[in-house]
């Protein structure tokens, strides 16, 4: 007798989305068709962990489905009709449609050739036992679990399994994905699945600089980046995206620090820059250019090891906010908020956090239009006048707007006298 789901699945989603899916259900029924609620959802069901990313696979045409179903519930629908996928987008949640499709790898890393399949076919193309389970969705076996790989029983035992020997050979990005899902879950690598993952390493030199760089940021964006980082290094992948990185306490304490800060930076950048903190300049360039980092993103990581050479000057606990100002107003804020968390010396950490918190918000009152107004030529004496104005607001010697006149008058006059 087959596991039925339906109750855990009305526990588990909210009564409005419920009733959706058993819309779906019933439409794909009245047009022939088969409607799985396939991968991470299933999986995360069983965890009772929230999850939204609806992934629902068709026996049938989804698209022809989803069209139906977009008009009579009212979804906005985007298509694409060459890979046979729909995305249906309601309020506060998405569901995407994908046809049934068997995938086969001519060459590893490469990306599969896709054909219509079955259910089974779609399944076994998957990545490890726990996302491969589905629930049929409809109406005469709503709820109904197919588990062809045994993804409940790994799921209860806590273990990380791929569904054939060559899984890793096919698409080395699933070495990055299983320890994330290893250490998101607190589960193991089943014995057989980590000695392919450590054969099979190499493989991931096969893998473009994108896909690689997509896993990594997926990994950052977990909540305790550094267990999978960890991880990584234990099982040889690290070094594999760039031979030098290496973790150490230090690390795995500055990312724990990292989430502690209030940042207005989003963390996985953060956690970037600290995880390449101690790479030279040539092994930061030889990484940035095998995971082709968008520009943005490399600045960063290069301003952050120009910054951490240049920390020894902020160390120095007589230096006038002004100074200060001087040394960080070129330095993205990424590339300060990772020097503030991994610097050695205390002081160099107060300045950063001293100017990311108050100094790069202070400027003077006066603008160039007042100095002209208060008879001071045009030339470039005014962006003098301006910068020192600017300065003595930084070190706290003029508080009002009358200091600032009175001291840029003085400093008008010194120029025409
Ligand atoms: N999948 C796969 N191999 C990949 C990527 C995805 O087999 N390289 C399958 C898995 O079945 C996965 C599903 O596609 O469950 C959806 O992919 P994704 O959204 O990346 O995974 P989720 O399981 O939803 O993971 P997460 O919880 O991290 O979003």
Partial sequence: MPKNLSTQLGQYLPPPVLALIKIAGKEA??????????GGMVRDLFLNRANFDFDLVVEGDAIKLAQKFAKDSQAKLTVHARFGTAKLNYPGFSLDLATARSETYNKPGALPTVKPG?????????????NAMA??????RFGELIDLYHGKDDLDNRLIRILHPNSFIDDATRILRAIRYEQRLGFK?????EKLLRRDVTMLDTISGDRIRHELELILQEDEPERAIRRAEELGVLRKLQQSLKVNGWLSKAFVKARQVNTRVPLPSIYLCLLIYNLTEKENEEFIARLN???SLAQAMRQTLQLKAQLHNLAN????????YQ?????????????ALASESPIASQHLHLYLAKLRYIKPLLKGDDLTRMGI?????IGEILDALHKARLNGEVKTRRDEERLAKSWGQNQTD
Avoid: C
């Fill in 29 to 38: 029924d009245e047009l022939g068709q088969e409607l799985y609620l396939v």
């Fill in 118 to 130: 079955n259910l089974k076919d779609d399944l076994i193309r998957r990545d490890f036992s726990i």
């Fill in 135 to 140: 629930l049929h969705l409809n109406p005469k």
């Fill in 189 to 193: 690598l089943e014995a057989e699945t």
């Fill in 293 to 295: 980092f968008p520009k």
């Fill in 317 to 324: 606990p007589k230096l006038k906010p002004s100074d200060i």
């Fill in 327 to 339: 040394s960080l107003h070129s330095y993205t804020t990424i590339a300060m908020q990772a020097n």
């Fill in 377 to 381: 030529p045009i030339g470039p004496k």
